[in-house]
Structures are given as C-alpha cells and as structure tokens.
T-cell receptor, first 112, second 114 residues
C-alpha cells in the first residue's frame, strides 16, 4: 500500500513547550487526518483536513494540509501532561469506506 | 456513550492455537475494520468489511481471516497462531458516506503468542 512517513518517531519535551510533527507521502491525497492514542486506549480523531493549504485549529492544536497535497503537519502549543500519547497521521483511501492508511506514529512524552 | 468493544484486552496463546478476537459496535455502523499496531510501524489494515457477510483484504491479510455474520459484530481469526502475530489488535467502525473517515476504535486486544 501507499507509504506515509511520519516524523519524529518520538519526542521528549517539557511542559509548556510547543511541539511540531509532520507527515509526508510520495503520492497526493485529498484528505489528511490526525489521530491521538492515549495510553491504553484506541486512537481518536483530532483534526481532519480536506483542502490543499487548509489550516485548521482545535484548541491548542493546529494542523495544515500542505499545498503540494503530499504533506501535513500538526502543532501543539503550550504542551500539558495530558498531551502524552501517540499521534498518528492518516490519509483516506478516496472511497466512502473509511479505509485509512496510517503513519508510523509520534510518541510524545511531556515532563512536568 | 457510543462505543466499540473488544472482548479481550489481554490474551496469551501458544503457537498453533486458534485465536478468536471479537469486536462489537453499538452505533449501527456499516463499516468495520481490524488493524494491527506494532511499534515503529503504526497501524496496518488487516481486513475490513462494509456490510454483513462482506469482507475485503487489507494490506497484511496473510495468516488471518474474518467473519461478519451480524452488522454489529466483526471477528478476527488466527487459524494457527504464530509468534510473529504477537501484537496489539485494534478494531474500528465507521459510517458509510461523508463521515467514513471518522473511525471509532476499540481499546485494543494485546495478543502474546508463546
């Protein structure tokens, strides 16, 4: 299947710092998604992006759909301990079936 | 609160055993999925189903089969478990149509094969 390259693989930051992670693909897509997995839980959708250049915020989270349609980034501002978890980018398969391809994940650790 | 329930959070099985992982959703979703999660590899799609008795292979179907006899239930079957199938298994469901990208996941089933 199509590959998504997500980086960094892991981050260790201090509470209050800003965080940035990104995802790239060799192919263009129409939808980028960002999910978060809390420890011991399944992933939950944070932000969905549907248009090239689109910038969307959800509280302290901001995500952008790259203009080339081959990349996306997620920023978290003023991190707090509950931001800990694994963040996944994902792209939609172009059908209505919800068949997503996920990136490798970014493990975020926040030190108080 | 709507949810996806995976019946077993932790399982330990022996090589060669047959393993059933059960998943039930109460949202009347048409689509259901089984993903496998491994460190550094993210989530990889094993099988999915977009209707009762329908199934489609995902990216890594080898060694697995599925069953969807009722709309709310999607089972993952390992006919003869092997050590390389030790992993976290995540079930998910979603509506058909515009909301299809909003997957609701279960909490996961961690399988260890000895």
């Amino acid at each position: 299947g199509q590959q998504l390259n997500q980086s960094p693989q892991s981050m260790f930051i201090q509470e209050g710092e800003d965080v940035s992670m990104n995802c790239t693909s060799s192919s263009i897509f129409n939808t980028w998604l960002w999910y978060k997995q809390d420890p011991g839980e399944g992933p939950v959708l944070l932000i969905a992006l549907y248009k090239a250049g689109e910038l969307t915020s959800n509280g302290r989270l901001t995500a952008q759909f790259g203009i080339t349609r081959k990349d996306s980034f997620l920023n978290i501002s003023a991190s707090i301990p509950s931001d800990v978890g694994i963040y996944f980018c994902a792209r939609a398969g172009g059908t209505s079936y919800g068949k997503l391809t996920f990136g490798q994940g970014t493990i975020l650790t926040v030190h108080p | 609160d709507v949810k996806v329930t995976q019946s077993s959070r932790y399982l330990v099985k022996r090589t060669g055993e047959k393993v059933f992982l059960e998943c039930v959703q109460d949202m009347d979703h048409e689509n259901m999925f089984w993903y496998r999660q491994d460190p550094g590899l993210g989530l990889r799609l094993i099988y999915f189903s977009y209707d009762v008795k329908m199934k489609e292979k995902g990216d890594i179907p080898e060694g697995y089969s599925v069953s969807r006899e009722k709309k709310e239930r999607f089972s993952l079957i390992l006919e003869s478990a092997s050590t390389n199938q030790t992993s976290m298994y995540l079930c998910a469901s979603t509506l058909r149509g515009p909301g299809a990208n909003v997957l609701t996941f279960g909490a996961g089933s961690r399988l260890t094969v000895l």
